[in-house]
């Protein structure tokens, strides 16, 4: 009666941050109809950070312990008002027992619970950050790259390694959010060393990174190149330089004086870190380790320098 239909429409529509403009259109035989907009303004919730430091222990490595701890430290501060995110979740595991490989799987995959159970305590949404960071030996296997436990033996390579294709990056592809995956694991003088040579191993190691654009992964160093400890640092020259970046501290080379906050708002992103661990990190061995093999430069793939401007770190500048 009277003409009228009525036809009920429900969608999910997906808002940006700040002020959205909301309109239905409807086309018909008769012409095209237009409701009035509905401005919606949008301020999302302040997403949380998580924190994954693995620094299994190595005879013939001093620091890797300490740089998984030290990572996961510069973090602790970085949550509530005035900072990026609203809770920062850190998980370290540093002890023989902890960096076991089962040990090592298991707290990936409890990343990817935390994404996808709806009840874990601690939560990863889809506008959070994750931060995986990893400072160990590092060799070519049959199926890719792999990373050695604190509980390595090469007897049984298969279930005392993690395979960074399959035990990591594989499972962190199930999470839907900002990833950021750090690898130290390139060392000079690295264990079982026979199965590889060091350089052959950054190479494996760089073509990995550059597999996955889905994710940014950040590399101590490139193809061809070795990364490097000194006790004068007490860590690896990778995470000294992240910390002096972090810290923005005011560093010189023969080009002149440079930071990690380039444009000076108290904001380290992605590619500003980049960008200091690039120039840093080469200066750290050309001083420091005159001697050493190989350079080392960080490597982050070219494909995802478009998600460089991702925002990390608050300096204490302020």
Not at 37 to 56: C, D, F, K, S
Not at 202 to 217: E, N, Q, R, V
């Amino acid at each position: 009666a009277g003409g009228v239909n009525k036809y009920v429409y429900e969608a999910i529509v997906h808002l940006e941050p700040g002020e959205n403009h909301v309109q239905v259109k409807v086309k018909t035989a008769s012409g095209e109809y237009a409701s009035s907009t509905m401005v919606i303004y949008y301020e999302p919730r302040q997403p949380n950070l998580h924190v994954l430091a693995i620094g299994p222990s190595h005879q013939d490595l001093q620091f890797t312990a300490k740089d998984a701890t030290d990572f996961a430290n510069a973090f602790k501060g970085q949550e509530g008002p005035g900072k990026l995110f609203g809770q920062v979740i850190i998980r370290t595991l540093v002890t023989p027992a902890d960096t076991e490989a089962d040990r090592i799987r298991e707290a990936i995959q409890d990343l990817v619970f935390q994404y996808k159970n709806p009840a874990a305590a601690q939560r990863i949404l889809r506008n959070d950050v994750l931060l995986v960071f990893i400072s160990s030996h590092g060799k070519n296997g049959q199926g890719g790259f792999l990373l050695l436990p604190s509980n390595y033996d090469s007897r049984y390579e298969r279930t005392r390694t993690i395979d960074c294709q399959q035990d990591i990056v594989q499972e962190l592809e199930k999470i839907e959010c900002k990833k950021v995956v750090l690898i130290d694991a390139c060392h000079s003088g690295a264990a079982d060393s026979k199965a590889l040579s060091d350089v052959a191993r950054a190479d494996a190691l760089t073509k990995l990174a550059a597999m996955h654009p889905g994710m940014s992964t950040l590399t101590s160093c490139r193809a061809n190149e070795l990364s490097y400890e000194d006790a004068n640092w007490q860590n690896g020259s990778f995470t000294e330089a992240i910390m002096e970046g972090f810290a923005n501290k005011a560093c010189m080379d023969e080009n002149g004086a440079y930071q990690a906050d380039i444009d000076r708002n108290h904001i380290i992103t992605l590619g500003e870190l980049y960008d200091f661990l690039r120039r840093r990190v080469p200066n750290l061995i050309k001083t420091q380790k005159p001697n050493a093999t190989t350079n080392q430069t960080p490597y982050m793939p070219e494909n995802q320098l478009d998600r460089a401007n991702m925002s990390l770190f608050v300096t204490g500048e302020q």
